[in-house]
Every structure is written in C-alpha cells, then in structure tokens.
C-alpha cells in the first residue's frame, strides 16, 4: 500500500465523521455552555460561604433574638410501634434551616444581578444623544418629503 493510499483513507475517515460528532463539537464550543460551566463551578464554590454566613453569623444572631433557640434540634419523634425498628424523627428544624440559606442565596443573587445591570446601564450610550440624531433624522425627513411635494405639484 502506497503512503498516497494511506493519507487517502484518512482523509475519508475525517470527511465520515458523523453528524452528532460535529455538532457536539459545535455545541460544546459555543460561549453560553462553557458560561453555564463556570457559573455551576463558581456556584458551588459560593454555597460554602453562604453556609458559613448562615450556619456562623445569620443564625447565631437569630438564635440570640429568639432566646438561644437551634433551628438545627427542631423534630417530630413518630415512636417505634414495632420492637427492633428505632423511631422515626421529622426533622423540620433543618429544613428550617436550609429555607433561610435559600433566601440569604437568592438575595445575595438578586444583589449581584442587580448591581450587573446598574453597571451595563451605566456603560450604554446615553439617549439624548439618540434623540439628538432622531430628531435630526426627522427633521431632514420632513425637509425631503416637502420637497417631493413641490416638485410633485409642478409637474
């Protein structure tokens, strides 16, 4: 087999590459995926300092307001009516607790969201400027169809 032949047979190789391939690749490159990676990535790394903000500085202030009570021992024991089987426990103190940290989460979110777009409203070109060339725009507009008329009315 002659090296042409090789070279031949790999160039078809790559020009069968199925159609899924390619459009992984495709999807895998675009922007929004590799965002939506890094946004799960930061996330994650984020829920730790949000736990600790909670877990060490939120609710121990909580705590002191309500008189020294822990959320965390909060429970419903459903007794053992079977001998070898332990009681079952509802644990709402905890569920309790993860309510506040979703709510500590989604306003530090809506804050730095909200902080993004005051920053992008600030980066954006300012409307007068807009109305400025609209305005002129009409102005000529105006100045073009009267003169359309004119020449209309002299034939």
Do not use: C, H, W
């Amino acid at each position: 087999m002659k090296t042409t032949d090789i070279s031949k047979n790999l160039d078809n190789l790559k020009k069968k590459e199925p159609k899924v391939i390619k459009e992984f690749k495709e999807f895998i490159n675009r922007g929004s995926v590799v965002d939506l990676a890094v946004g799960i990535i930061v996330g994650g790394a984020f829920t730790s300092i949000v736990n600790s903000l909670v877990n060490d500085v939120v609710m121990p202030v909580i705590s002191m307001i309500i008189g020294g009570f822990d959320f965390t021992n909060l429970k419903i024991t459903i007794p053992a009516y079977v001998s070898g089987i332990e009681p079952a426990t509802i644990n709402y103190g905890n569920f309790i607790q993860a309510l506040i940290n979703f709510l500590i989460i989604a306003f530090v979110i809506f804050l730095i969201v909200r902080t993004l777009n005051n920053m992008k409203k600030k980066a954006e070109p300012a409307p007068v400027e807009d109305k400025k060339a609209a305005k002129a725009e009409d102005d000529q507009t105006a100045v073009l169809k009267e003169i359309r008329d004119l020449l209309a009315k002299k034939k």
